[in-house]
């Protein structure tokens, strides 16, 4: 695997992600009994932003003053979006970050969902590149009710479900630097479903052609799975020459009106991130409720 995240970490799509995975984490808290949160392409627990461009070949610009940067001294961000700041504020502190106008650190999913969990729930952390598995282990080794494991994610929703719990939350975040990337998505979902019906399963995916996007979720869609919510936000329009122009996180299994709670949190980041005029957020039912 060529790709390497910590570029990109930070970044409108990170930023957008964690949000909508701190909101998912903390409705399914609502309820007591306890949950595995399975992340199949986890990562590493945290990013050094001034290291971003670092053994990067190309002199590119870092990415994360258009994402986490435009919200980080947002006074006005709505509850759920300075929950997950605050967040990120607690993850820049704890890493030896003393100053207050920029973050130096950045929370990978695992990290959050470390934060978020309660006593009575489990982390599953998947990651078969061994560099970012050996940060994991760095990070996460001798946590209490974590555990990390270096194989391919996607065998994880065959070899972990259903869990003890019976209740699950699996993050499936991937590079996608295969073509059949979609192809793989859908194949896990299915045996996934297969094995946990409730589970809530939620899908990041970037946003690069409109027509490779919808006919990944029209593959959902003729799986007939339970309520399935696509959640999007967009930069630039289908015409714009940037390569990704946006992302969307589909969720199978939503919380109750989490459709709800999410759509004012797209509309204020749309705003926040300044996406172009053809650009903004997108909330769609892709097999209803």
């Not at 130096?104 to 009575?120: E, V």
């Not at 699996?170 to 996934?192: K, M, W």
């Not at 714009?240 to 980041?269: H, R, T, Y």
Request: charged share 25%.
């Amino acid at each position: 695997m060529n790709y390497r995240h910590h570029f990109h970490a930070g970044n409108f799509a990170d930023v957008t992600k964690h949000v909508l995975l701190v909101q998912l984490l903390r409705a399914l808290q609502k309820k007591d009994r306890g949950l595995l949160y399975l992340d199949t392409h986890a990562g590493r627990g945290v990013y050094d932003l001034a290291a971003a461009a670092q053994g990067d070949s190309l002199a590119r610009r870092p990415e994360h003053p258009d994402g986490i940067g435009r919200v980080w001294a947002r006074v006005d961000a709505p509850a759920p979006v300075a929950d997950y700041v605050a967040l990120v504020r607690q993850c820049d502190q704890e890493w030896g970050n003393r100053e207050e106008e920029a973050p130096r650190f950045y929370p990978g999913s695992p990290w959050l969902a470390r934060k978020l969990a309660r006593p009575q729930d489990r982390l599953a952390l998947c990651e078969k590149h061994l560099e970012e598995c050996a940060a994991l282990e760095t990070e996460f080794g001798g946590a209490k009710r974590v555990a990390v494991h270096a194989m391919d994610g996607y065998a994880a929703l065959r070899a972990m479900l259903p869990p003890p719990e019976r209740r699950a939350l699996v993050l499936i975040d991937p590079p996608f630097e295969v073509q059949d990337e979609f192809a793989q998505i859908v194949a896990a979902l299915r045996e996934g479903l297969r094995r946990l019906p409730a589970g809530v399963f939620a899908v990041w995916y970037p946003l690069t052609v409109r027509a490779r996007t919808e006919a990944f979720l029209a593959a959902l869609r003729d799986m007939q799975p339970p309520p399935t919510l696509a959640l999007e936000l967009a930069l630039a329009g289908e015409n714009s020459p940037l390569k990704m122009k946006g992302c969307g996180l589909a969720v199978i299994n939503p919380p109750w009106q989490f459709d709800q709670e999410c759509k004012p949190i797209l509309e204020w980041l749309a705003h926040a991130l300044e996406p172009a005029p053809d650009g903004g957020a997108r909330l769609e039912w892709i097999v209803p409720e």
